[in-house]
């Protein structure tokens, strides 16, 4: 089983609102085929995680919020103690049975899904690196696709991962974690054209979607305006044939290929 950990900052709750309300809307019924956990830094108002969670558990049956135990502020400081302290909390609450998948993917609010049925191709990734012997999955970068720079943060991991890595419970506070660890993380992680980035969009249009969902691409990081989210929804949801209410008395909706696009763009940290 796979598990979905969206990160959550106070500055971000509005983005974690609007994707929240998209991923909920794109499934037809309540899965219980996966675990959704809002993941949130101390400093998140408990109204808002109540919130977001109440939105989450009408569709994702498995769903819980769980608060980082270390705290940290700024970039790239902040998200690398967020992070470091998601590896070790997964592997204690797998330890605990407080959690059943044996994979997460750990991601944030400028991410979008690319296709409805993005859990599926994310959860067939990662049994295709499970099966590989490796231990995350995930978007390599660099100009030489034989000798990558790093791996982008939001990917997925193997639920142990701290553990089999526990030189990974800090990091430096100069260099976002994805680059400090991609020595180790590169050795047992493998490519997938099922999570793509480009480098801080700043806009997205539709001609955008349409190069990427040329792709084999299930989610897509690094969309830094709502346009992002705004035309997800109208791509993967209001295209859906809806089904009309009746007449009133009254009468009366792998990485991506190396595209001009993306070639200018430099590659990303987790957190930017």
Not at 164 to 175: A, I, N, R, S, V
Request: net charge neutral.
């Amino acid at each position: 089983m796979l598990g979905l950990v969206l990160q959550i900052i106070p500055e971000e709750v509005p983005q974690a609102e609007e994707l929240i309300n998209l991923l909920t809307d794109i499934e037809a019924v309540p899965r219980r085929d996966c675990e959704f956990i809002l993941f949130t830094r101390k400093d998140v108002e408990t109204a808002d995680a109540r919130r977001l969670l109440a939105r989450l558990q009408t569709k994702f049956v498995r769903s819980k919020h769980v608060e980082a135990w270390d705290y940290a502020t700024g970039w790239p400081h902040g998200p690398n103690t967020m992070w470091c302290s998601l590896i070790r909390q997964m592997y204690h609450m797998h330890r605990m049975d407080e959690t059943a998948c044996d994979g997460f993917l750990s991601f944030e609010t400028d991410c979008i899904p690319i296709r409805t049925n993005w859990i599926d191709l994310l959860s067939r990734a990662w049994n295709d690196a499970r099966a590989q012997g490796k231990e995350a999955t995930g978007h390599f970068h660099g100009p030489d696709e034989q000798a990558p720079t790093h791996m982008n943060g939001n990917a997925i991991f193997d639920v142990d991962f701290w553990h089999k890595h526990e030189d990974m419970t800090g990091c430096h506070g100069m260099q976002p974690w994805d680059v400090f660890f991609a020595p180790q993380i590169l050795k047992v992680a493998v490519d997938t054209p099922t999570i793509n980035q480009w480098y801080r969009m700043g806009s997205f249009s539709n001609e955008d979607w349409d190069r990427i969902s040329r792709t084999g691409c299930a989610l897509f990081h690094g969309i830094k305006v709502p346009d992002g989210r705004r035309i997800a929804r109208e791509q993967l949801i209001l295209q859906w044939p809806i089904k009309q209410d009746p007449p009133q008395a009254t009468g009366t909706h792998t990485s991506v290929s190396k595209s001009k696009r993306s070639k200018r763009r430099s590659p990303s940290s987790s957190k930017t």
